[in-house]
Nanobody
Framework: QVQLVESGGGLVQAGGSLRLSCTAS????????MGWYRQAPGKQRELVAA???????NYADPVKGRFTISTDNAKNTVYLQMNSLKPEDTAVYYC?????????????WGQGTQVTVSS
């Protein structure tokens, strides 16, 4: 089991920045991949950014060049630095952990944190 606790959401004006944090209940070395997803009202949840235990990261096209995912292994924490925010970034952001055990991939989710970008 992996518990994830998120923080850092809030209200910001367009062009501003926020940093989201997600702390895992176990060492992230034991987690195959961690990432951030978002879900806007009336839309499906979508991947924003993810990083593997090997350090490979990927980003959704709308956030490339503006968002950066990073980890602090000592704190079991993954961050999402969001710069140049746009109103279309408004959504609930969820932290995700993927852990492969005995050939089965398990997904764990945080409670979500609201990000609102005003124009």
């Amino acid at each position: 089991q992996v518990q994830l606790v998120e923080s850092g959401g809030g209200l910001v004006q367009a062009g501003g920045s926020l940093r989201l944090s997600c702390t895992a209940s176990r060492s992230i070395f034991s987690i195959n991949a961690m990432g951030w997803y978002r879900q806007a009202p009336g839309k499906q949840r979508e991947l924003v950014a993810a990083v593997t235990s090997g350090g490979f990261s990927n980003y959704a096209d709308p956030v490339k060049g503006r968002f950066t995912i990073s980890t602090d292994n000592a704190k079991n924490t993954v961050y999402l630095q969001m710069n140049s925010l746009k109103p279309e970034d408004t959504a609930v952001y969820y932290c995700n952990a993927k852990r492969l055990r005995f050939g089965i991939a398990n997904d764990y989710w945080g409670q979500g944190t609201q990000v609102t970008v005003s124009s």
